[in-house]
């Protein structure tokens, strides 16, 4: 049962000297130059940064996006205890549908997104229409993001970002509930799945199909079909962006999971470097997808306003890959619960299909023309509807919380 | 000599001192994990150390001036299909006469000031060492040299300039030294101007593409029959993983680094600071020296942005390796090895590069050999075109005694 009287509300308000810093900051910020007709084959352009410092500068108003954040997205803090990491301040979302018996979700974000991410989801997702599925939404900002306080040591990984969302849910009277998540959130849900597979989650959605190619000694059948199954034409594209992707678009990846405090540095000193190394991914990562230049501060300011400051963010990477040793994925084991794959066009890791079966009991696979990594932001009513798909009636993860199935 | 080479001195703008120090002023740092020691990257007490040592200590006009104690120039040099680029560089001439024309060339993140403890060495005139003109310019992009403004810029046109400074100055014949990119593009002027301008060079970063099976199966035998061998590529291996991340970054996204590294002083610090500590063999640095090393990239001509994008120049943006395009020249090579060099390749492997004439190891000593170890360095050089050595008289008319 829920204690609505327990949750503690938090009204997002950063203090007007952090403000002003960034204002002072901003009005030194100083350019390099760029090779003639670069574009973006060097990274971000340099037109691109110039526009954004300028606007942010003079024009962004954060006090209005703040006001708009705060009245889209009803948010909390909620103190939880992590094993060995003593009690984190934990920032999340947290809307319910009209519906009683609405499924209870959780929705992680990944780097470099937030809370934000989740926006566009709620009202579709918590919406009370009838002959559709309808959710209570949770949505945490990860320890070190956003407004959630940071772990103080090393050693957080997969158990304890499981351990720390799980609470949360059960602290809000979700004891049972489904996942889901892209990016970091992918693993996290997995994480969960690993951790808590029946006990408390029930099924996960993921839009980042991400996992290790079968082995022989754990799953022989899948790794015998594998060899044997010639890539459908959209896996082999998929595999081909993968490699790209790895080759020349992980560099931000290598660096925060072995120095991330280095990069912390510049991160943390100057809003254009952040900018740069954040706005680099936003449009990278996305299909064809229009930001606004004040959608794109409004993201890029939560990393900069965010509570641990967003050196901290990129420790995850560090952490869940144990200093770039392993994939995070290798973290994930395989449960029985249900399992379904968003598969949008232009993620950026699409591994051949019958790899995600290493990761659980895939019942659900969705393939989508358009969208790309930022699927929730993208293509909000796709995910929607996918998930609505997936965990409704006639859908493969229909019923899993039991007296939740989200209707009326 | 050089009838179009002009003198230059180091002279940083009041207003760009005083913008650094507005920066300075505004520095935020951010927090640490308990204990993270190196574990993480630069720490955040090093860090917060120098860059508070910057804001209220470090003295950039007296640095200026021990600078300037350096003969300085600038010349413009023509590059096929990249215009003109005003080029800086140091030059001091030995007393002798007959003295090698030396090219020193430094990488990243050095610069010109690498040569500077070599230099009373290398020019010193003595009837019982050779002793050598020394040229050590600042790379396209780095320091006070001009950068290149269209894509493109690579190996060879990087080697292009090197031996075009070279012959405005009248060398017509010359050798080289160089450790980290200033190896790789030795590589490239071999290839290019082997022979006929570049007579024998030297490397303290002796390595090169890996052997395959089909172009030298020996080599590759090796690897599974010589356990020295395979340790250092297991720990060639290691050091990638751990210390790479850098070079992933400024092969794909040097225009995005350079946002922070343009607009963050002590993220620049942290960046490059983290690469001094780690791949040096007991050098202790002093908070001066760092800085003075970091303003050369903070003050730089062109920006400190414009320095990383030789890595993606160099590598299609990470589609290959450095060495593309390049290939084993007869050009004698001489090679040195320090033991805490991190980019290590096996000894055996020196001959893919060159036709190695001299090999030296020593027992001190890391990545940055002229700065660490200059007169281990120098002395190499000495052996290799003394008197008995395997270089001895590589330039006609010029064996470096007086």
């Not at chain 1, 229409?129 to 900002?141: E, G, I, K, M, T």
């Not at chain 1, 970091?184 to 799945?193: C, E, P, R």
């Not at chain 2, 140091?90 to 990488?107: D, M, R, T, W, Y």
Request: aromatic share 14%.
């Amino acid at each position: 049962m829920i204690a609505p009287a327990a949750e503690q509300p938090f009204a997002l308000f950063v203090p007007d000297p952090d403000l002003a810093l960034l204002r002072e900051k901003l009005a030194l910020a100083r350019l390099p130059d760029e090779l003639d007709g670069a574009g973006w084959d060097y990274g971000v352009p340099l037109a691109d940064v110039r526009r954004l410092v300028a606007r942010w500068r003079d024009g962004f108003d954060w006090r209005a996006a703040e006001e708009a954040i705060n009245r889209d997205l009803p948010q909390f803090t909620r103190d939880v205890e992590v094993e060995g990491f003593g009690t984190l301040n934990v920032h999340y979302v947290h809307r319910r549908s009209a519906r009683e018996n609405a499924v209870p979700l959780l929705f992680v974000h990944g780097w470099p997104g937030s809370f934000l991410e989740v926006r566009k989801l709620l009202p579709l997702l918590t919406a009370d229409v009838p002959d559709q599925p309808s959710f209570h939404v949770v949505a945490l900002s990860l320890p070190g993001f956003g407004f959630s306080e940071a772990p103080k040591k090393g050693g957080f990984v997969h158990k304890q970002y499981g351990e720390l969302a799980n609470k949360l849910m059960i602290s809000l009277g979700y004891d049972a509930y489904v996942v889901q998540g892209g990016d970091w959130g992918h693993y996290i849900a997995g994480s969960l799945a690993t951790y808590y597979a029946h006990t408390h989650v029930k099924g996960w959605l993921s839009n980042y199909p991400h996992a290790q190619p079968p082995k022989l000694s754990k799953s022989p059948w899948l790794w015998l079909t594998d060899l044997v199954t010639p890539y459908s034409e959209r896996e082999k594209e998929g595999w081909a962006r993968t490699k790209e992707f790895r080759a020349r678009g992980s560099g931000y990846s290598h660096e925060q999971a072995t120095q991330p405090q280095t990069v912390g540095y510049s991160l943390g000193d100057s809003p254009v470097g952040l900018l740069g190394w954040i706005y680099e991914k936003l449009v990278r990562w996305t299909n064809g997808y229009r930001w606004e230049d004040d959608e794109v501060l409004e993201w890029v300011s939560v990393y900069w306003f965010s509570r641990a400051g967003p050196a901290a963010s990129v420790r995850i990477y560090l952490e869940m890959t144990n200093r770039f040793e392993r994939r995070a994925v290798d973290g994930i084991e395989w449960t029985s619960i249900p399992l379904g794959f968003s598969l949008f066009a232009k993620e950026l890791n699409q591994v051949p299909r019958k790899w995600l079966r290493t990761l659980g009991n895939v019942v659900f696979e969705s393939e989508h023309e358009h969208g790309g990594h930022f699927a929730a932001h993208e293509e909000p009513e796709a995910l929607a509807s996918d998930i609505r798909r997936m965990f409704g009636k006639g859908g493969p993860g229909f019923g899993v919380v039991p007296g939740k199935d989200g209707y009326v | 000599m050089g009838s179009w080479a002009k003198p230059f001195t180091v002279q940083v703008s009041d207003a760009d001192l005083e913008l650094l120090h507005k920066k300075l002023e505004l520095a935020t740092f951010p927090d640490e994990l308990e204990g993270a020691g190196w574990d993480y990257g630069a720490p955040l007490a090093d860090v917060k150390r120098i860059t508070e040592y910057w804001r209220d200590k470090f003295d950039w006009r007296k640095t200026e001036e021990t600078i300037n104690q350096l003969p300085q120039f600038t010349t413009e040099i023509e590059v096929e299909g990249h215009g003109s680029l005003n080029i800086h560089f140091v030059h001091q001439k030995s007393a002798a006469e007959n003295a090698i024309p030396l090219l020193f060339v430094h990488g990243w993140p050095g610069s010109f000031l690498e040569v500077r403890k070599l230099l009373p060495i290398l020019t010193a005139a003595s009837p019982d060492q050779p002793s050598f003109h020394v040229v050590a310019p600042s790379l396209p992009g780095f320091g006070f040299s001009e950068a290149p403004t269209k894509p493109g810029f690579g190996g060879y046109q990087h080697a292009e300039v090197l031996n075009k400074l070279m012959l405005s100055l009248g060398y017509n014949e010359y050798v080289y030294q160089a450790g980290d990119l200033g190896h790789v593009l030795g590589v490239y002027v071999a290839n290019a101007y082997g022979h006929k301008h570049l007579k024998a060079w030297h490397t303290n970063m002796p390595t090169y593409r890996a052997p395959t099976f089909w172009s030298n199966p020996l080599l590759i035998l090796e690897i599974f029959t010589n356990k020295a061998v395979s340790q250092t590529l297991e720990q060639a291996s290691r050091t990638w993983k751990k210390g790479g991340g850098y070079y992933m970054v400024q092969t794909t996204v040097p225009q995005t680094l350079a946002y922070s590294f343009a607009d963050s002083p002590d993220g620049l610090l942290a960046w490059i600071y983290e690469k001094l500590a780690r791949i040096v063999d007991d050098y202790h640095w002093t908070e001066d020296e760092v800085l003075e090393w970091i303003s050369i990239y903070w003050f730089s001509r062109a920006g400190p942005g414009a320095n990383v994008r030789i890595y993606y120049e160099l590598t299609g943006g990470n589609k290959h390796d450095m060495f593309e395009g390049t290939k084993w020249t007869s050009v004698p090579l001489g090679t040195s090895y320090f033991p805490k060099e991190p980019i290590r390749f096996p000894k055996s492997w020196a001959c893919l590069i060159g036709k190695v004439v001299f090999q030296a190891e020593h027992d001190k000593g890391g990545h940055f050999a002229a700065h660490e170890q200059p007169e281990k360095l120098a002395g190499d050089l000495r052996m290799m075109f003394g008197k008995g050595g395997p270089a001895y008289g590589i330039v006609p008319g010029k064996d470096g005694y007086a």
